[in-house]
């Protein structure tokens, strides 16, 4: 496979220097230390926690289990808050927040403390959940999902959080496949005007999981909800009813802290394991190094806590650094493509962290909206989920930044934990378009099908030594977990193609797999695939991915219709509204292309390069181990007259 960038990069842009001059990192001291003894630098990086227990070894390494700070102990939660409550931070400002509908909250250190102890009693005291026990949060983007996450975290309960964008057929997937024993919810979430019944969608995925005993609600409204007696607790009400003071569960280094499902090339979510101690680290390392964290600093994190990026940037990197964390409930545009600009504006937010699709579509609003807010307050920048082309990079920089504050590009993964390939802002000139370099203790190569290490040019990424933070694992399959990542090479296969310059500058090009990114959210073909095929409609689906000038990618699903089914004006409709409903409406396609067949080799094989060279216009590659080479003819002619 040739792997180029089709990007013009431009020339280096150097950050300001009024910025580098205050900057976490104004030279290369740590990168020199993490070369002469990568186990030496991430142990220092590991002793800026509290630990209960010190460890006995920094790395157990048998490919591909890791074992970090090996017998080290540590509670997250009290390195997360109690540890500041000794400082001048116990009064400061944890969580501020503010939702679509303009509510408003602000918990300081202590107080978001005493609610994390109060749930983490009724948790387990109330509820009985023990250490190792899972426990499933499905709720919007709330100072309580914090909250929850963090008493979960308290006595070593595994949290699981679902999106709360996803249907009652993917929570129950994942309520199943976690067998957690409690899930906690919210009576509605706000989405752009419309209320969404998040309980009603609890109660339908539980009809058909037997593991859940306690469901917890964080009721928002007045409104009269479906209450279950002997199942049903109330979120307020076990907060109010319990003690403020709860001593943390010491968990061991690598007991896991939680479990985060994500789209792999088969139908079935990944539900990647992270542990406690190296998780911690580098979240706490990188948050610090990365955004250059100060304690006057207000930061801003627009992903939802229902994925990676809240997990580690919005929750656990901030708090450990004892920083103030801005959190949005809302979208970037509703009621207007204004509100995060006037966000910015009203609580003078310092740092800003966000994905590129936002940018594009904040870009295609114009300059003009930007330019009504005094954005000011603003010092540093940051990207995340997908590449960002040039041009919305110069339009972020420009723009928003004002050409005077950084923007970190930062590459990473789900399994990763956390940031691996970025440009540290006071000390690296930035490339618009390229994420820069492994982080100091992180190493990465762009490597060749057969292994082989490519100095400079295009190949698979590929991160090459362990890292704190690495995935331990598949919650109850470890053999897709050494399948995927760590069978094709010697080393972790990320699934993305890159390239590396001269100047030793990763360029992230994209998935190499049937792992699409669409807005920044991962979506595997096969998870479409399998939900169309469940439509009584539909013989056969397969599903592409074309570019989307907003969301990077968009799907494009081609579908056999079974027997007897004809094509009519509302089937489309029909076919992208039932993938909504099965899995979330992030994974609806937008354009369904009704064939009489799919390209397939000799043996059956669905040849899905093809059709995505079809819809993208592009030259189709060799189609000589196709059966039935005439259907693409076909599936050019109908898409023409379709996109
Ligand atoms: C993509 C999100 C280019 C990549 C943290 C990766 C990126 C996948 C970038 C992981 C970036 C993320 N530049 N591509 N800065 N950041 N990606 O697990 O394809 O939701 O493999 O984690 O997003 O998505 P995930």
């Known amino acids: 496979m040739k792997i180029e960038s089709h990007y013009e990069l431009s020339d280096l842009i150097k950050p300001e220097e009024t910025f580098c001059k205050k900057a976490n990192i104004q030279n290369n001291d740590l990168y020199e230390k993490a070369n002469h003894n990568r186990l030496d630098f991430w142990e220092e990086q590991a002793n800026q926690l509290n630990w209960d227990q010190p460890w006995d070894s920094v790395l157990d390494w048998k490919k591909p289990n890791a074992k970090w700070f090996v017998n080290g102990k540590l509670n997250a939660t009290t390195n997360c808050l109690d540890r500041h409550l000794t400082t001048h931070r116990k009064h400061k400002k944890a969580i501020i927040w503010e939702s679509e509908t303009g509510q408003k909250q602000t918990l300081t250190y202590e107080q978001l403390h005493k609610k994390v102890c109060q749930l983490a009693n009724y948790l387990s005291q109330t509820l009985g959940i023990k250490k ?66 998040l309980k009603e969608i609890v109660d339908e995925a539980l009809e058909k999981v037997t593991s859940v005993k306690d469901v917890i609600i964080h009721k ?124 910015i504006e009203r609580y003078s937010i310092s740092i800003f962290y966000t994905a590129p699709t936002a940018i594009r579509a904040f870009m295609k609003a114009g300059e003009s ?46 399994e990763t934990g956390g940031i691996m390939i970025t440009t540290l802002p006071g000390l690296h000139d930035m490339k618009p378009g390229s994420a820069g370099k492994p982080l100091p203790g992180i190493q990465a190569q762009c490597l060749q099908d057969d292994g082989t290490t490519i100095h400079s040019g295009g190949g698979l990424l590929s991160l090459t030594e362990p890292w704190p933070s690495m995935a331990r694992g598949i919650w109850g399959d470890q053999e897709r977990f050494n399948e995927v990542y760590w069978s094709k090479f010697e080393t972790y296969f ?135 080479p005439q259907i693409m003819n076909t599936i050019r002619d109908i898409l023409q007259s379709n996109i």
Not at 258 to 286: C, E, V
């Open 132 to 197: 190792g026990d899972r426990i499933t949060l499905y709720m919007p983007l709330t100072p309580e999902l914090a909250i929850s996450v963090l008493a979960c975290a308290r006595i070593g309960a595994i949290h699981s959080v679902v999106f709360a964008g996803f249907s009652a057929n993917s929570l129950q997937d994942r309520l199943n496949d976690s067998e957690s024993k409690c899930i906690i919810t919210t009576d509605i979430a706000v989405r752009r005007g419309s209320e969404i019944n």
């Open 220 to 343: 928002r409204t007045n409104k009269t909800i479906n209450w279950v007696s002997n199942r049903d607790h109330n979120f307020d009400e076990a907060i109010n009813q319990s003690s403020t003071t709860h001593k943390p569960e010491s968990m061991d280094s690598e007991d896991p802290l939680f479990i985060l499902y994500t789209s792999g090339t088969t139908g079935k979510p990944k539900g990647i394991i992270h542990t406690t101690g190296g998780y911690l680290t580098h979240a706490q390392y990188s948050t610090k190094v990365v955004f250059d964290i100060k304690d006057d600093d207000l930061y801003w994190c627009t992903a939802d806590i229902g994925w990676i990026t809240g997990h580690t940037y919005l929750v656990y990197g901030p708090l450990l650094n004892g920083a103030t964390v801005f959190m949005y409930e809302g979208t970037p545009d509703y009621p207007n493509t204004g509100i995060f600009w006037d966000l």
């Open 369 to 414: 909206i930007p330019e009504q807010y005094n954005l000011s307050s603003l010092r540093l920048l940051g990207s995340v989920g997908e590449p960002i082309n040039p041009e919305a990079w110069n339009w972020y920089y420009t723009h928003i930044g004002q050409k005077k504050c950084p923007i970190v590009d930062t590459w990473w993964q789900t």
């Open 494 to 628: 990320a699934g993305d193609g890159a390239v590396k310059d001269k100047d030793d500058y990763f360029t992230v090009i994209g998935r190499v797999d049937d792992v699409l990114n669409v807005a920044g959210h991962r979506i595997g073909t096969m998870e479409v695939e399998s939900s169309l095929v469940d439509c009584p409609k539909v013989a056969e689906a397969a599903v592409v991915g074309i570019e989307d000038t907003i969301k990077g990618q968009a799907i494009i699903a081609f579908v056999i219709l079974k027997e007897g089914i004809s094509e009519s004006a509302n089937l489309e409709q029909e076919l992208k509204q039932f993938v909504a409903t099965k899995i979330s409406p992030i994974a609806k396609p937008k354009t369904i292309i009704i064939t009489p067949d799919l390209p397939k080799t000799r043996s059956g094989k669905i040849m899905r390069r093809l059709l995505k060279q079809a819809a993208n216009n592009e030259i189709l590659g060799d189609t000589t181990s196709l059966a039935n």
